[in-house]
């Protein structure tokens, strides 16, 4: 895909502008100051970002099974969604103590049967369901076993 990139770019760097590789795009300010947002993060322009998800948009339509297309085009294209779940979050006290506590899941927090015992469609069960379809439930039932023998 970056060499089909690259050869289709080609002809825009005779029309003037940066040259080099995309590491030599000046890096944007984040909130915990100027760098990189993760390791390994390589900084995009905003013409990459429109033809990666223009590229990917296509590729995922005629293949949905390429998930790798479809993060990419929720990775270059979620920027306002995200700026809106947040905003919204911040409104309601329940999403707002979240987004202020930041809690994680993790094994040692998690309680299955607490899970099973919500109601069909809220968070826990959907969570559960995505467990038992994504993760070794009987892997994940061992380690929360072991979480509580420690405990």
């Known amino acids: 895909m970056a060499t089909l990139l690259r050869s289709a770019l080609r002809p825009l760097r005779q029309l003037g502008g940066r040259r080099g590789p995309a590491a030599d795009v000046r890096l944007r300010g984040v909130r915990h100051g100027a760098g990189l947002l993760y390791p390994g993060h390589i900084p995009t322009s905003p013409l990459q970002k429109l033809l990666l998800a223009a ?85 994940l039932c061992i380690w929360q076993s072991l979480g509580k023998a420690e405990g």
Not at 93 to 122: C, F, H, V, W
């Open 55 to 139: 590229g990917s948009a296509g590729m995922s339509l005629y293949n949905p099974y390429r998930h790798d297309m479809v993060a990419v085009l929720g990775e270059t294209t979620g920027h306002r969604a995200l700026k809106v779940l947040r905003d919204q979050m911040r409104k309601d006290p329940e999403g707002a103590k979240i987004l202020q506590e930041r809690p994680r899941i993790s094994l040692s927090t998690l309680d299955l049967d607490k899970l099973r015992s919500l109601p069909e469609g809220s968070f826990g069960q959907e969570y559960l369901r995505f467990l038992d379809v994504n993760v070794s439930f009987q892997l």
